[in-house]
């Protein structure tokens, strides 16, 4: 049953929520309008582990508007934080940090009071007026210092295949050691949540989550609440990058404040406090060593990393992950170590892992190129996976071939003068690198319902998330292509914890999973919507064969046969019918698990160093995806610009630095840590292979928000060298390092 429209799929269609963001119609967590609202604001701990000695909250509790003093000496009990592990995320471990639980610190700026008040201003001046003592242990935030705590996360192990360090015999040799920094999410808006109890059994939570369906199911386990009962509404994210993904403290605090006061409570953070409240990437160190042969042949490859956590809790990254599969080598071994620290745990951070990983790897690629006197983009053509050597599995489809060959065409690869520092234009040094980037594919079960109205128009709900990628006009793309609709009549909903479930909107899995839902879900609608079609009195299209019709603009009809054709809100007024409503879950199938599913990426970055002052400047940028099918192609070339932007940041200016006497972070505003800005951003080039993986869904999308940031700090390193024959192993790339 063919639609015979042009699909809608693919096409630049505007963001269908664009004009409620434009006009601030656009509800944020912090921006609903509760009734008798109170506010919250926080004190935080001025050390990095110890005890609290003493809190007085005497003249706080008596200043103006002021509702409640909340700590751990009579904060309400949380019925989860005595059981087990109350945290919802794939790569943690341990427990999660339990707000106003004990006298314990475990990190700085960690919430140790939080004051109420009937307005913000009332609740800032009682915050101000807690007064605490500590009683301070010997923190260690340093993760160099304590390498040798280093353990295997209980979520992981080490990998090998072939002989464990076969690099040592190899013709060519590179070994080198790579750093990266903490990143902080720095999202536009700032944490925040709105907690209410409606009587002692039932809550309702607007909070920024990427998961509105792992936040009831936190806010359930903690408070032993049927799902029922708990409501989490975030119908709008204003930026994420995984920052949102867990509830955070003070969400929790929040629903505590409730508690106690008997009225709705609203927390939102203060800049400063996202930086290590709210999870951040964590600091990496890395040694890559390869070995090849004399004509480039990858031979061995060993890479191990140190990552920080908490005290308190595992986070694990991908960080290792992708060397085991990128390249065609026999003998590979990772080794990754977690490093306890008294500070807060890390999160998922756009291209977690493999993000800080790829640096790594890809930078010693542009070594060992450069040790055998080879192009760089020849080397990782020579050292080509056809298949997973990880999984000895195929790819469900592979076009990292097109992304090199097409990337390198429009960026002018061929012209490059392969000899470091031998390009210059008056006092600025020109250079030009590459890497790849490859990032999982993903998809995991996703439940969709479809409505279709008397009136002809589609209602398609998923309790999915839109951190600002476009999530509603895409799925109103994918809804519009398989019910033949004009995308204008229909809408889709989402945000809301009460819908059909979904992941939450990370992992680059929100297309292949909620997509494929969507996909599905209106198929078995048109399935209905046909039965009665050709059930109905006086029809042109009873009794006529399921492969003669055609779905189009909101109608059914006969092909060549306009006198046949039935609207939809014809069929259901027919069949006496206000709607007619169908929900399924999708999930597939056991063929995926015969296939390894990647999204591939090729970033080409040309910079500009000034010869004397070591300033860096990207000018221009070539990125080309393999992400299978585009839905929107304009929503996906922003997803890129934001990946290129953020690896810009990445690579030459995100430093979280923390002042290891203290274990505090010092720089911790948008003056100090420095992001780009419009005039550090060049002209950025995306080509998008726009092939489909119809093997991953039906839809034959493969997700795209992680990859083309993976590689690309990697990219700019390797274009630095080449540019002054400095090769710099320690993110970011500032001018000290090169003057």
């Known amino acids: 049953m063919p639609t015979k429209a042009k699909p809608v799929t693919g096409e630049p269609l505007n963001r269908v929520d664009g004009r409620l963001k434009v006009t601030g119609r656009a509800r944020y967590a912090a921006e609903h309008p509760i009734p008798a609202v109170t506010h919250g604001v926080l004190v935080t701990s001025t050390v990095a582990k110890g005890r609290i000695k003493s809190l007085d909250t005497k ?57 109420v008040a009937g307005t913000l201003e009332q609740a800032q001046l009682a915050a101000s007026l807690v007064k605490v003592q500590y009683e301070a242990g010997a923190h260690q935030t340093d993760l160099e210092a304590n390498l040798a705590k280093g353990v295997t ?20 040799r590179v070994e080198a050691e790579y750093r990266t920094p903490v990143n902080v999410h720095n999202p536009m808006e700032t944490h925040a949540a709105i907690a209410a109890w409606q009587g002692p059994e039932k809550l309702t939570v607007y909070n920024k989550t ?67 409240m709210v999870g951040f990437r964590p600091r990496s160190i890395q040694q890559v060593k390869l070995g090849a042969t004399k004509d480039g042949t990858l031979t061995g490859i060993t890479h191990e990393a140190y990552g920080l956590t908490s005290s308190y809790e595992q986070f694990t990254e991908r960080i290792v992950d992708l060397t085991q599969s990128m390249y065609r080598c026999p003998n590979v071994n990772t080794v ?34 450069y040790a055998l006197n080879m192009d760089p983009l020849a080397l990782r053509l020579k050292n080509y996976a056809d298949t997973d050597p990880a999984e000895n599995h195929p790819w469900s489809t592979k076009f ?40 999982h594919a993903n998809r995991r079960p996703a439940s969709a319902r479809a409505l279709l109205r008397a009136n002809g128009t589609l209602l398609v709900q998923s309790a999915t998330a839109d951190v600002g990628v476009g ?81 189009e603009n909101g109608t059914v009809a006969r092909f060549n046969n306009d006198a046949s054709r039935l609207s939809y809100a014809d ?107 419009n005039a550090d951003v060049p002209a950025i080039d995306v080509l998008f292979i726009d092939k489909p993986d119809m093997i991953l869904d039906p839809i034959g ?27 710099i192993r320690e993110l970011p790339i500032t001018p000290d390092k090169l003057v």
């Not at 977690?338 to 640096?359: I, K, M, N, Q, Y």
Request: glycine fraction near 10%.
């Open 59 to 115: 003249a706080a509790e008596q200043a103006p508007g002021v509702l409640a003093i909340i700590t751990h000496l009579n904060s309400p009990k949380v019925p989860g934080y005595e059981g087990s592990v109350n945290n919802n995320g794939a790569r943690l471990e341990g427990q999660e940090h339990r707000v106003f639980y004990d006298d314990r610190i475990y990190f700085s700026n960690q919430p140790v009071a939080l004051a």
């Open 153 to 172: 996360p209980k979520r992981g192990e080490d990998y090998s295949r072939g002989k464990v360090n076969a690099y040592k015999t190899a013709a060519v």
């Open 210 to 276: 990427q998961a509105v369906k792992i936040a009831q199911q936190d806010h359930m386990k903690a408070f032993q609440l049927k799902r029922e009962n708990v409501q989490v509404f975030s119908p709008f994210v204003g930026g994420a990058f995984g920052s949102s993904s867990r509830v955070w403290p003070q969400e929790m605090a929040a629903v505590l404040g409730a508690k106690v006061v008997g009225r709705p409570v609203k927390i939102m953070l203060r800049r400063d406090q996202v930086f290590n």
């Open 336 to 369: 990754y170590k977690l490093v306890p620290l008294d500070v807060s745990t890390p999160c998922w951070t756009r291209g977690p892992g493999e993000a800080s990983g790829s640096f790594a790897l890809e930078s010693a690629m542009d070594e060992l190129a």
């Open 400 to 439: 990292l071939r097109e992304c090199y060959e097409q990337g390198a065409a429009r960026f002018g690869w061929s012209k490059r003068n392969p000899a470091p520092g031998a390009t210059r234009d008056g006092d600025w040094l020109v250079g030009q690198g590459m890497a790849t980037g490859m990032y």
């Open 471 to 551: 999530t509603a006009t895409i799925m109103t793309q994918i809804a519009a292509d398989a019910m033949g609709m004009d995308p204008a009549n229909i809408q889709f909903e989402l945000g809301n914890s009460s819908l059909p479930p979904a992941p939450g909107q990370f992992g680059s899995q929100t297309t292949t999973s909620v997509g494929s839902a969507v996909h599905d879900v209106c198929l078995a609608l048109r399935q209905k919507l046909l039965a009665l079609a050709q059930q109905t009195d006086g029809s042109a299209l009873r009794g006529v064969a399921t492969t003669d019709l055609m779905f």
């Open 571 to 677: 069929i259901l007024k027919r069949n006496n019918l206000p709607s007619l409503e169908v929900t399924l879950e999708s999930k597939g199938g056991a063929e995926q698990e015969k296939y390894s599913s990647q999204a591939f990426c090729a970033n080409f970055v040309e910079v500009r160093v000034h010869a004397l002052t070591g300033e860096v400047r990207v000018s221009r940028v070539v990125s080309a995806l393999d992400v299978g099918k585009v839905m929107n192609r304009k929503t996906a070339r922003s997803q890129v610009y934001g990946s290129v932007v953020w690896g810009i940041g990445m690579a030459l200016m995100e430093d979280a630095m923390i002042d290891h006497r203290y274990g505090r972070f010092l720089n911790r505003d948008l003056a100090d840590y420095h992001l780009p800005v």
């Open 701 to 727: 999308a493969k997700g795209m928000g992680e990859v083309g940031l993976v590689g690309f700090s990697a990219a700019v390193a390797n274009a630095v060298f080449h540019a002054t024959g400095k090769r």
